[in-house]
């Protein structure tokens, strides 16, 4: 049995799959650099414990809509509610705080650090102990600090990187190194988490285990999931709901199948006969 | 054999100093990634303030006591060094996240120069001197192995044991810490580690007062040696040949590189020098930096860049 993931404060409590209200709602987003409009008036909305995908072709403008969400770019027009909160400007450590974790298409970890400061770094808004307590070691901190460890160790587990702990992930193959980012962003207990083009690069393999993480996060943990994509088949096999782009414009809003079947989405990734 | 221990010795000595300069410079690279020009203004900087208040402070309270005044001083020193490192995140790193290496680097020019000029006009440009009441008298030591003894300098013994224990505490704190692993994710990928959470503002401030500290230090060791003036400036500049040798991203490359740099610049003017008429101590670092540069571009520590074709 593969060890559950779950934070060490409280058990899971997610058996059944249960789709919650709108947790994260997106509202006429227009991005625009210089005269490049890379979004145009996109509004959709993520419901809590859904995994929900954006698609598209090349340059439809994918990556800038997570990027929004995240706070990198601050969209031309529109607002972003999340918890029934809304915002048109917020940077990414706000973002971070309120409980969303992303990873990134062209990974970002940090090279020269070991597979556990990585995901260690991800604890880094949860720990309550301040500078001084943690540089002598006082009682508390060397506590707080096993803790995190324990709930890293986890996460380790799940992602079934015992092996390469010690390692800097510089040198680790591409595909470790995706997990080694979703572990990451996992260690912030996020409620909804980010993934931008977790699947880019892999072999089948490597997206068969990917894919069996996405799943398990979302059920065992009950996290909210977005995700960008560009594999259409993995995409429709594990999201609950497909928001589609092109050319910065949304075309398809639905159901997987409803999406498949959606005449513009047809001729966005298979071309029109004219 | 005496005088070649003594020559290595005195290299030693030399070399730890180079070190604590070379410190700063890791401290900051490691966690910002900028590579600090004005590592030698903040030691011309912070030394020129330690020893001006040690000098204005019995004269404006009229404590005596000069360990009073200087630990005053130090203290105030410290402080003024903070408030350099939130200013400059403030003013200048704040805007300029994301930034190319390159465009950080000639902010830090701009940081050197202004703060060699202001440091000048606020404590004044004459040689200071900064006594912290080290002993200045020689030790004889291995005086049953040679006749005579080896002469060494309690002074340099004192400076040699505050700059490791200043190393083992930084250290320490990169590697144990949750806000030095916060630092080093920082010096690795900015925008990643926005991401998860870390603000980039405050462990900037941070690491450019734990830079500012270590000037501090290094400061007060030179300046108690040679008198604090404007010439401490450039051996700030004698340390970036320590740094290449090293490797920027090392702490201990910081302390080895130093000392290798120490030692083979006596070494070589003693024995090498006769030879070629003198005056390798002031090139011989530039040349072994260069060699490095050709053979190991990462330096001895520093970690193995390797990029995706």
């Not at chain 1, 991005?31 to 439809?60: C, M, Q, W, Y």
């Not at chain 1, 060397?142 to 324990?150: A, F, L, Q, Y």
């Not at chain 2, 450039?234 to 040798?245: K, N």
């Amino acid at each position: 049995m593969k060890p559950a993931l779950y934070p060490l404060e409280k058990p899971p409590t997610m058996t059944t799959k249960k789709i919650g209200d709108v947790i994260l709602d997106v509202k006429n987003i227009s991005l625009r650099f210089g005269g490049v409009k890379a979004l145009t008036d996109i509004s959709f909305n993520v419901k809590e414990h859904e995994i929900r995908a954006i698609i598209g072709p090349n340059g439809a403008g994918k990556s800038s809509m997570l990027n929004c969400i995240n706070g990198v770019y601050t969209p031309s027009e529109g607002s972003i509610t999340f918890r029934g909160k809304t915002f048109d400007h917020m940077n990414s450590r706000q973002v971070a705080e309120m409980g969303v974790a992303r990873t990134f298409q062209n990974l970002a970890l940090f090279k020269g650090m070991s597979v556990i400061d990585n995901i260690m770094t991800g604890r880094n808004l949860k720990i309550k102990s301040n500078l001084l307590m943690q540089a002598l070691r006082i009682g508390p901190a060397e506590r707080e600090e096993i803790r995190h460890r324990e709930y890293v160790e986890h996460i380790i587990d799940f992602l079934e990187i015992q092996a390469y702990r010690k390692t800097p992930v510089g040198q680790l193959p591409y595909g470790l190194q995706k997990r080694v980012d979703l572990g990451r962003a996992l260690a912030m207990e996020p409620q909804v988490l980010l993934l931008d083009e977790p699947m880019a690069g892999m072999n089948v393999e490597e997206k068969q285990d990917m894919c069996r993480f996405i799943l398990d996060v979302n059920d065992e943990f009950g996290t909210t999931i977005v995700l960008i994509e560009h594999d259409m088949g993995v995409v429709m096999d594990i999201s609950d709901r497909v928001v589609v782009l092109d050319y910065g414009k949304k075309i398809g809003d639905g159901s997987p199948d409803e999406v498949r079947s959606n005449e513009d989405v047809i001729s966005a990734y298979l071309g029109t006969s004219h | 054999m005496a005088f070649f221990l003594e020559t290595l010795i005195g290299g030693l000595m030399a070399g730890m100093l180079y070190s604590l300069v070379a410190l700063g410079f890791v401290l900051i690279y490691k966690a910002s990634g900028v590579f600090n020009f004005a590592q030698g203004a903040m030691v011309l900087f912070a030394a020129l303030a330690m020893a001006r208040f040690a000098e204005w402070i019995p004269k404006w309270t009229g404590i005596s006591s000069p360990i009073v005044a200087n630990l005053a001083a130090f203290v105030i020193a410290g402080a003024i060094m903070f408030v350099v490192a939130w200013l400059i995140e403030k003013l200048v790193l704040r805007h300029l996240v994301n930034q190319e290496g390159a465009t950080l680097l000639m902010a830090t020019l701009g940081i050197t120069y202004f703060m060699e000029g202001l440091g000048q006009t606020l404590f004044g440009s004459d040689i200071y001197k900064i006594d912290v009441g080290m002993p200045k008298e020689p030790i004889f030591a291995l005086e049953s192995m040679f006749q005579g003894g080896i002469l060494i300098n309690k002074e340099d013994v004192i400076a040699a044991a505050i700059a490791a224990a200043l190393v083992a505490l930084l250290s320490v704190f990169f590697q144990k810490t949750s806000t030095g692993r916060a630092l080093r994710a920082v010096a690795d990928d900015h925008q990643a580690a926005q991401s998860i959470g870390i603000p980039l503002n405050r462990i900037w401030v941070i690491v450019w007062c734990v830079a500012g500290v270590v000037a501090l230090v290094a400061g007060m060791i030179w300046g108690s040696k040679l008198g604090v003036q404007f010439s401490l400036t450039t051996v700030a500049l004698r340390a970036l040949p320590v740094v290449i040798l090293g490797g920027l991203t090392s702490v201990p490359g910081a302390i080895i590189g130093g000392l290798i740099i120490g030692v083979g610049e006596k070494l070589s003017e003693v024995y090498l020098g006769p030879f070629v008429g003198g005056g390798i101590e002031i090139w011989f670092a530039y040349v072994l930096a260069l060699v490095f540069l050709l053979f190991r571009p990462q330096g001895l520590f520093g970690e193995k860049i390797i990029d995706r074709v």
